[in-house]
């Protein structure tokens, strides 16, 4: 394999690691709390990767990276700010 | 004058330098991206109402998710290598590496094939499961179902990325653009993969 094309292996190197340290952390039986860390970190991260390595983002200019994460984590964040308050009163027992 | 023509071209055929293909990809993306939002916002809001949800580790055999992850990650980093292949105008690359990601891709759907298979022998369906608790059901087959539709879609598409590389009739951009919805397959699998399989 070319040298310009070993950043993509080393991105499949460290989102099959995640991987991997997902399933461990999840069949081990860590206390919630720990799992819930964890399992976010690594799925916010892989996000991340395939999104700057993979999609290309981290090369397109700012303005077109900004439209983009801009408009999924503003709309994203109007989804769960409607829904969040109804989930926090089921949790409370509410309804 | 003709340098100013030659910029009013360049804007009128491109958004800051992208073209408008690759925008309207985006675009696309983005618009899916927030209708797997919605679906997993809703999963997540039923799974608290519900109480009580099964344990994942006893419904789904982890090993063999784990395994159709892998199969996914692995097709991506293809992808990724024949985009950049297109880019350096290397196409014998490009035909290789895209029929990597398209075996992937028919490999993903076999497994997946498989899994619902095994989950609807033991009972699970749209109506009712093992567990009494249908929203388990309705939830699995409509999340990994839509997003099995688009590893079909994306299937289709890397099948005419291929004979186009064999007709030598593939541009680089048509490869690019085809990369970013493979990719983003791949995505809305890690969001799957975590919040449905693990926690």
Redesign the interface.
């Known amino acids: 394999?070319e040298n310009?094309?070993k950043p993509?292996?080393k991105?499949?190197g460290i989102?099959?690691t995640l991987?991997?340290v997902?399933?461990f952390v999840?069949?081990m039986d860590f206390p919630r709390f720990v799992?819930?860390v964890v399992?976010?970190g690594?799925?916010l991260t892989?996000?991340f990767l395939?999104?700057t390595?993979?999609?290309?983002l981290k090369h397109?200019?700012f303005?077109?990276g900004f439209a983009?994460a801009g408009?999924?984590l503003f709309?994203?964040g109007i989804?769960?700010a409607l829904?969040t308050p109804?989930?926090f009163e089921?949790?409370a027992g509410g309804r | 004058m003709a340098s100013e023509a030659a910029v009013e071209r360049d804007e009128a055929l491109s958004?800051?330098?992208?073209s408008w293909k690759k925008v309207m990809m985006?675009i696309f993306?983005?618009t899916d991206?927030?209708l797997f939002?919605?679906f997993l916002?809703g999963y997540?809001?039923t799974r608290?109402?519900a109480g009580s949800w099964p344990d994942q580790?006893e419904v789904f055999h982890?090993?063999f998710i784990?395994l159709m992850?892998?199969v996914l990650?692995?097709s991506?980093?293809t992808?990724?290598?024949a985009?950049?292949?297109g880019r350096?105008g290397d196409m014998k690359t490009v035909g290789k590496m895209v029929l990597a990601t398209l075996v992937g891709g028919v490999c993903f759907l076999g497994m997946q094939a498989f899994e619902w298979t095994t989950l609807l022998r033991e009972g699970v369906t749209l109506g009712a499961n093992p567990w009494n608790i249908p929203a388990f059901g309705n939830y699995f087959f409509l999340i990994t179902g839509f997003h099995g539709t688009h590893v079909l879609t994306g299937v289709i598409i890397l099948a005419t990325v291929f004979l186009r590389s064999k007709r030598g009739i593939l541009t680089s951009e048509g490869v690019e653009i085809a990369?970013?919805y493979w990719?983003?397959v791949?995505?809305v699998w890690?969001?799957i993969?975590?919040?449905f399989y693990?926690?």
Request: proline share 0%; charged share 10%.
């Open positions: 394999m310009v094309y993509f292996w991105t499949w989102l099959l991987t991997m997902m399933v999840d069949v799992l819930l399992l976010l690594a799925m892989k996000a395939i999104g390595e993979f999609m290309d397109e200019r303005i077109v983009i408009s999924i709309f994203g989804l769960f829904i109804d989930a089921v949790l | 958004f800051h330098g992208m985006w993306i983005i991206g927030l939002s919605g916002a997540g809001y608290i109402a580790q982890l090993w784990s992850t892998f990650i692995s991506s980093a992808m990724a290598t985009v950049t292949a350096l990369g970013l990719h983003f791949d995505l890690v969001f993969f975590t919040l693990l926690i």
